[in-house]
């Protein structure tokens, strides 16, 4: 941590975090003396002059000792002589049937592989920032994910460059206060949210800012890195194969060289003839492609969310599931829960919202005879149609703004926050 510029004072904090779950921990004075003597001695204890460490030193050691002198051939570079026959390396069929290779690992049980990608997709204000914020408090606290699926422990570091830190702070407290409810929430858990405020045009790029970030994952060493949204983190054509391929096996590469599980936030298409899950992703089509793990929320009444695990590269998807989310009374807590297997009655009813929506915001108004009509024409039942518009109005997605007058679409509203 040293040699990578990493300050004393975030190193000390790792260390403590690391510390604290050895059994016996180290004395936190021991630790610290420890810290100090290696910040300030220039070698760091790294034994250059002994012959096993020639090896390390030669490439990493910032000081002219010993180990520089000894120019021993790398064996991963092949020599001037040999480039001209280099070839592909490959695997004999023989090699691949005996080799004892680890299989995958899950962050949270099915869902959220180790070492990938998770594109995680949803309509605004549908509660994907109050769902990844109880995605980190499971996984740093290393309780089950909505209740229902478990989760392995770690710290977790969240880029939410769509929200301002009062909002996310807000709905940080709620998540708290909800799990407070239930008798399993802690303030003390390793979640580092970064701050957007003070970074360069509140946005990171990953091609021109990957050193930093991998800094910062050296430092709070997360098992989970959160990104929302994806746009906020490249500068690439959304609508380009190639170049989105490329911005996903870049966050692939994070998350193997760094052994943690990466969730990006992105937002869907407009409705229209096909709208299954993995034809929802807006852009370039090859996103659902390049991603391990593909998620996808949709809302299906007031207080629940459809879940669709539209793609898993290392399992079998598991069956779609729908997610409770509700505020407390008094508007403090936030509950965010399992709500059983999807039923029918409520894909057919997130099926009529969608309908409304992608209508209403293509003919700005509408009567209501001839609005429900149209969402007919598309297969849904009228009487699913009403309880969706019902359900709309209630939440002021969708409005009347005189009395027998046209149905329009309302202002849009915060998560779950006004």
């Known amino acids: 941590m040293k040699r990578q510029g990493i300050p004393q004072e975030v190193a000390f904090h790792t260390l403590s975090n690391w510390n604290d ?25 790294l034994g250059c002059d002994k012959h096993p460490m020639l090896d390390f030193c030669q490439p990493n050691c910032p000081v002219k000792c010993k180990a520089t002198t000894a120019q021993a051939p790398s064996p991963f570079q092949p020599e001037a002589r040999q480039e001209s026959t280099a070839t592909i390396p490959v695997w004999t069929w023989q090699a691949l049937l005996s080799q004892d290779f680890t299989p995958p690992e899950f962050v949270v049980s099915g869902l959220i592989p180790r070492r990938g990608v998770t594109l995680l997709t949803g309509e605004g204000g549908i509660g994907k920032s109050f769902v990844t914020l109880e995605l980190a408090y499971s996984v740093a606290s290393g309780s089950d994910f909505l ?44 979640v580092f949210v970064a701050r957007k405020g003070e970074l360069p045009e509140a946005r990171i790029n990953l091609e021109k800012d990957r050193p930093a970030l991998c800094r910062a994952i050296e430092a709070y060493c997360p098992v989970l890195l959160v990104i929302d949204p994806l746009v906020a983190v490249h500068g690439h054509d959304e609508n380009n194969n190639v170049e989105m391929r490329v911005v996903i096996s870049t966050l692939q590469d994070i998350a193997r060289q760094h052994n943690l599980a990466v969730v990006v936030v992105h937002h869907p298409r407009k409705r229209g003839l096909i709208n299954d899950g993995g034809q929802m992703i807006r852009g370039a089509s090859d996103l659902r492609n390049a991603v391990d793990s593909h998620l996808f929320l949709r809302k299906a009444s007031a207080d629940r969310v459809l879940v669709e695990h539209d ?65 007919s024409a598309q297969g849904i039942k009228k009487s699913t149609a009403e309880r969706a518009l019902s359900s709309l109005q209630q939440e002021g997605v969708v409005v009347q703004r005189e009395k027998r007058g046209p149905y329009c679409l309302g202002t849009p509203q915060g998560e779950l926050d006004v």
């Open 311 to 375: 793609k898993s590269r290392h399992a079998q998807p598991l069956p779609k599931f729908t997610i409770e989310l509700s505020d407390s009374e008094d508007g403090t807590a936030t509950y965010i829960r399992y709500a059983g297997a999807a039923t029918e009655s409520l894909e057919k009813e997130a099926a009529a919202r969608e309908a409304i929506r992608s209508i209403l915001e293509e003919h700005a108004q509408l009567q209501r005879g001839l609005l429900l009509s149209m969402v």
């Open 21 to 45: 779950h050895n059994s016996p921990p180290m004395p936190e004075e021991e630790l610290s003396n420890t810290l100090a003597s290696v910040y300030s001695t220039e070698h760091a204890g």
């Open 147 to 190: 209740g229902n699926f478990s989760t392995v422990q770690g710290p977790v570091l969240m880029l939410d460059l769509e929200n301002d830190e009062s909002t996310i702070a807000l709905r940080a407290r709620k998540i708290t206060a909800g799990r407070q409810n239930g008798a399993t929430a802690s303030t003390s858990i390793p």
